[in-house]
C-alpha cells in the first residue's frame, strides 16, 4: 500500500534514515564505504540567509571565508580561499564521482556534499596536504612511478581515498584495493594502474 504524503512525513523511522543520510545524500549510500558522517543542523530562517565567516583547517592551516550556509566545503576550498586549495576537484558536484574527496578528520568525505558550516573545528586534509612533490608520500609516489592517471581529474580522489585506506588496511589484496575504491570513477578508464599503484604503495610502506 503506498503511504501518503502526510503518513511518510510522520513515519520516525524514516525521518530518523533522512536525518542520518542528511546532506550526504543519495550519492553516499552508492559509496557506502565512504565514511561520512555529516550532521543535518535544522537551520533557522536566521542562519540561512547573508554570509557566515568560517575558519577551515585545511592542510594544518587555519582558513578564513566568508561563505553561504548552503556552500559546500569544495566551493568553499577551491573559490572562496585565497590562495584557493585546488587538489579536490569539482566533476559531478552530486556526489557521485569521487573527484572531491577529502578527509575530514582522517575520514574520507566527499567535499561536494559536506557544507563548509559543518567542517569547522575539523581536520581537513586534501591531496595537497598528504605530501609534496618533493616529498610525495607513498602512495603519490606510486601513482607517478605507475603512470596511474590519464587526465587526472579522479586522481587526486583516488590518491586521497587510497592514502586512508591504506592506514587502515597496510597489507591488501587487489579485491580489497578495488572495493576501497568503489566510490571514486575514472572516465579514462586507468583503474588497472590505479589498483597497481595502491598495491604497490602498500609494499612501499612495509619496507
Ligand atoms: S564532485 Fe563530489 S563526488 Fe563528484
Ligand atoms: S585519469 Fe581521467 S578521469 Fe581518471
Avoid at 561520512?36 to 583547517?57: F, H, I, Q, R, Y
Avoid at 581537513?124 to 607517478?144: R, S, Y
Avoid at 587526472?152 to 583516488?158: H, R
Avoid at 580489497?176 to 597497481?196: I, M, S
Amino acid at each position: 500500500m503506498t503511504k501518503s504524503r502526510e503518513e511518510t512525513s510522520h513515519d520516525p523511522g524514516r525521518r530518523k534514515f533522512l536525518k542520518g543520510v542528511g546532506i550526504v545524500g543519495a550519492g553516499a549510500a552508492i559509496a557506502d564505504h565512504l565514511w561520512v558522517e555529516a550532521e543535518a543542523a535544522e537551520a533557522t530562517p536566521e542562519s540561512l540567509s547573508g554570509t557566515v565567516k568560517v575558519v577551515l583547517d585545511v592542510n594544518g592551516q587555519k582558513r578564513e571565508a566568508q561563505v553561504e550556509p548552503r556552500t559546500t566545503l569544495l566551493n568553499a576550498m577551491r573559490n572562496h580561499l585565497e590562495p584557493a586549495v585546488t587538489g579536490p576537484k569539482l566533476v559531478c558536484d552530486v556526489g557521485t564521482c569521487g573527484a572531491c574527496t577529502v578527509l575530514l578528520d582522517d575520514k574520507p568525505v566527499y567535499s561536494c556534499l559536506v557544507l563548509a558550516v559543518d567542517a569547522t573545528n575539523k581536520k581537513i586534509t586534501t591531496v595537497e596536504g598528504l605530501g609534496t612533490p618533493e616529498n610525495p608520500n607513498a602512495v603519490q609516489a606510486a601513482f607517478v612511478e605507475n603512470d596511474a592517471l590519464m587526465c587526472g581529474f579522479c586522481t587526486p580522489g583516488f590518491v586521497t581515498t587510497i592514502s586512508a585506506y591504506l592506514k587502515k588496511n597496510p597489507n591488501p589484496s587487489m579485491a580489497e584495493v578495488r572495493e576501497a575504491c568503489k566510490g571514486n570513477f575514472c572516465r579514462c578508464g586507468t583503474y588497472p594502474r590505479v589498483f597497481e599503484a595502491a598495491l604497490a604503495a602498500a609494499k612501499g610502506t612495509q619496507a
